[in-house]
């Protein structure tokens, strides 16, 4: 571990196992606590990714801080903000007999205006779950007579993997559905939102494997919150934590890297330039937030045979995002937490989820119910 | 899910890698990353070589990992 981390953090990592020590961890904990105590305000840390999520609920964190400590879950699951519109476009490729629809796990499980990819394919649709895009292309090879569509989600983490095929020349019967988003586009919305105020950030580490430390820095430098690049262990969490509100006591904000073991400053530059040579950013509709200045990639023109909305003749009319009566659109701006949803538990479950918060298991909705007893 | 299970590189064909994750083998697909040889430690995800990792470090998170396993009923297969 680095010099570096430990310089920021002022005191010495435990060589063995520091990630999960939970000596260390109560160590992190009474440093957390002792900082809370000198300032006379509540403090609010913000994450943007629905792992960071699911690690400080399973860990029963959020007791354990301070009360002037508040750690709130922005919109970092992929899942969930995937707009309904995108859901009902693959749904529609989906009912065309010449088209099998692959896509994410979590993704067929979303609810969309209607109905989901699995009632869908409940009805007799060709849509195939796969592991990452390298699966799909190998359905497209195995099914010549056949249209693949890969509908693809995610962020910065995922936006590589199907730009790397799409460059590698994939068979004429293979195309996307993108709905990619990005995450630094979307940390800018929230700090501009007017009514909700927020301390700083953790960012999540995986996101910045690909771009780096430097989109991060606008927050720190220019728009002065605390930004820690943060990985995925309990004790990953709680020196993100420490290290956001060190800063936020010190009024000094920086772009700190937590997870310096596999984060390299400058990000996957080979990844990041396959990515931006088929994709380029574009104003994008987040699901419960509305649209986002550059907060979504499209296929660059020279792909556009394998873009599946430039294929296929769709047309998607009133799309809707929000179900009635569900709360995501506040839950994922950090505004509500899930059990202050009417139907949270009651109308919706996993197994019957209403909105797209209670399906995927980066959702705070979900995390939050298979959590229940230690959560908040 | 953002796993951050580090595997070892056993053999390389083109851009395709048969990668160990603590005994479980999969290909993992390379061509996004610089760096990767037999015998790297690599981060992977959906399928994809996203960053190389230094051995030391994947010792370390893997040892972690087989702490996590043994204190749950879920497979190694089930993970990766
Ligand atoms: S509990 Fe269900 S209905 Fe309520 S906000 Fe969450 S996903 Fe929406």
Redesign the pocket.
Known sequence: MSEKLENEIGFALPGEAWLRSPKFSKKILAAIKRIARSINYTVKIMHVCGTHEHVICENGFRPLLPKNLEIISGPGCPVCVCPAIDIDRAIALAKRADVILSTFGDMIRVPSSRQSLMEQKAKGSDIRVVYGPSEAIKIALDNPEKEVVFFSIGFETTAPLPALELTNKPPDNFSILCAHKTIPPAMELIVGLPDIEIDGFITPGHVAVILGEEPFKLFSDAYRYTNVITGFEPNDLLLGIFLTLKQIKENDPKTINEYSRIVKPEGNKKARKIMYDVFEPETSRWRGIGKIRDGGLKIKDKYADYDALKKFNIEIKDSIDIPL????HL?LTGKMK?KE?P??GKG?TPLH??????VSHEGT?KIAYTFKDVTL | MCLAIPGKVLAINGTDALVDFDGVQRNVVIALCEGVDIGSYIIVHAGYAIETVDEKEAEESLKLWREAIEDTEISKEDII
Do not use: K
């Open positions: 009566g569900c709360s995501c839950v899930p949803c139907l949270f919706c989820p209403v909105g797209p918060c209670m909705c």
